[in-house]
């Protein structure tokens, strides 16, 4: 059973930038139990929504067009985590943003909510204009 922690949100102004972090722990490596990492945000009164996704054993990254550009999610080396970079903040950003594992899924499919089996309790993200 996989566990995920997020971390590294915050308030700041437009223009700004912001970096979140989430810790995996509880599987045996990618050929286990999680294959990608994704990062997903729900505003108030709206559905949760894939921002970008990341396979844990390569290069294969995935971002939705809303963040192309401006946010960048990486594995951080060796360490067990999984960042997002996020520049050029806007108030429309704000949001709670939750990280998420899967292992089934292919690529094409990372920004949608159901290709995850386990996910964090979330981190807040504000953006002020």
């Known amino acids: 059973q996989a566990q995920l922690v997020e971390s590294g949100g915050g308030s700041v102004q437009a223009g700004g930038s912001l970096r979140l972090s989430c810790e995996v722990s509880?599987?045996?490596?990618?050929?286990?139990?999680?294959?990608?990492v994704g990062w997903f945000r729900q505003a108030p009164g709206e559905e949760r929504r894939g921002v970008a996704a990341?396979?844990?054993?390569?290069?294969?990254?995935r971002y939705s067009d809303s963040v192309k550009g401006r946010f960048t999610i990486s594995r951080d080396g060796n360490k067990n985590s999984v960042s997002l970079q996020m520049t050029g903040l806007k108030a429309e950003d704000t949001a709670m943003y939750y990280c998420?594992?899967?292992?089934?899924?292919?690529?094409?499919?990372?920004?949608?909510?159901?290709?995850?089996?386990?996910w964090g309790q979330g981190t807040q993200v504000t953006v002020s204009s």
């Open positions: 509880g599987y045996t490596g990618y050929t286990g139990n999680i294959a990608y």
């Open positions: 998420a594992a899967g292992n089934a899924q292919p690529s094409a499919l990372w920004l949608q909510a159901a290709s995850y089996n386990w």
């Open positions: 990341v396979r844990l054993g390569g290069v294969i990254a």
